[in-house]
């Protein structure tokens, strides 16, 4: 009877353990099988959900309610800026009235509600943002709208471009009008109306 060489023996138990554990892994692999547990390492940064509630861009916004459209009823004023910095964010200015309708919708770069009466530093975010933060707050204060739209004593010039005389004389000869003002830059001066004939805001004089 021969003799077991019992080195070989255990080298060979040992290769085939080895063989059948690698085959073990790959065939979970290969099956998608994952563990249940993922351990985050330190470096990781865990992943959001997909269904996430994204954080709101609105910087700054101001709201009123104020007579427009109907002397009756009251519209919604909104002004508000989103983006990364108030200086170089966007402006959304919109009017709606009381039944939910959309009656001036106007968007403009915020560095435009810097007006000749800004005297800081243009390089100082904290005296822009400052500027700027006062404009949306003053935007529809109560100086900023008056009725009649337009005075009695006010003559019609023509500027075709925004308005035609008819509608011009429409909302001068409604006593009840009311007009509301602002400003984007230094020069362009916007005063802007509801004409009831064309069912929407019109800007009936535009200036410096």
Same mark, same amino acid.
């Given at each position: 009877?021969?003799?077991?060489?019992?080195?070989? %023996?255990? *080298?060979?138990?040992?290769?085939? =353990?080895?063989?059948?554990s690698?085959?073990?892994?790959?065939?979970?692999?290969? @099956?998608?099988?994952?563990?249940?547990?993922?351990?985050?390492? $330190?470096?990781? $940064?865990?992943?959001? @959900? !997909?269904?996430?509630?994204?954080? +709101?861009?609105? %910087?700054?916004?101001?709201?009123?309610?104020?007579?427009?459209?109907?002397?009756?009823?009251?519209?919604? =004023?909104?002004? !508000?800026?989103?983006?990364k910095?108030?200086?170089?964010?966007?402006? *959304?200015?919109?009017?709606?009235?009381?039944?939910?309708?959309? *009656? *001036?919708?106007?968007?403009?770069?915020?560095?435009?509600?810097?007006? #000749?009466?800004?005297?800081?530093?243009?390089?100082?975010?904290?005296?822009?943002? !400052?500027?700027?933060?006062? &404009?949306? &707050?003053?935007?529809? +204060?109560?100086?900023?709208?008056?009725?009649?739209? /337009?005075?009695?004593?006010?003559?019609?010039?023509?500027? @075709?471009y925004?308005?035609?005389?008819?509608?011009?004389?429409?909302?001068k !000869?409604?006593?009840?009008? /009311?007009?509301? #003002?602002?400003?984007?830059?230094?020069?362009?001066?916007?005063? /802007?109306?509801?004409?009831?004939?064309k069912?929407?805001?019109?800007?009936?004089?535009?200036?410096?």
């Amino acid at each position: 009877m021969k003799k077991v060489n019992t080195p070989f %023996l255990l *080298l060979l138990i040992g290769t085939l =353990f080895l063989v059948y554990s690698c085959g073990e892994t790959v065939s979970k692999k290969e @099956s998608g099988e994952t563990p249940a547990v993922k351990e985050i390492k $330190e470096t990781e $940064e865990p992943r959001e @959900s !997909a269904s996430a509630t994204k954080k +709101s861009d609105i %910087l700054i916004e101001n709201k009123v309610l104020h007579a427009f459209s109907d002397p009756s009823k009251k519209d919604e =004023f909104r002004i !508000a800026i989103s983006g990364k910095s108030l200086l170089k964010g966007k402006v *959304l200015f919109t009017i709606t009235n009381s039944e939910g309708k959309n *009656l *001036l919708r106007e968007e403009f770069d915020a560095n435009y509600l810097l007006g #000749y009466d800004f005297t800081g530093n243009i390089n100082s975010k904290k005296e822009t943002d !400052a500027f700027i933060q006062k &404009r949306i &707050r003053e935007f529809f +204060s109560e100086d900023r709208f008056n009725t009649p739209a /337009i005075e009695e004593d006010v003559v019609f010039e023509d500027q @075709s471009y925004y308005i035609d005389k008819e509608t011009w004389e429409e909302v001068k !000869a409604n006593k009840q009008s /009311i007009g509301f #003002y602002y400003l984007l830059g230094s020069e362009d001066g916007r005063h /802007i109306a509801f004409s009831g004939k064309k069912g929407k805001v019109v800007m009936f004089y535009n200036c410096c």
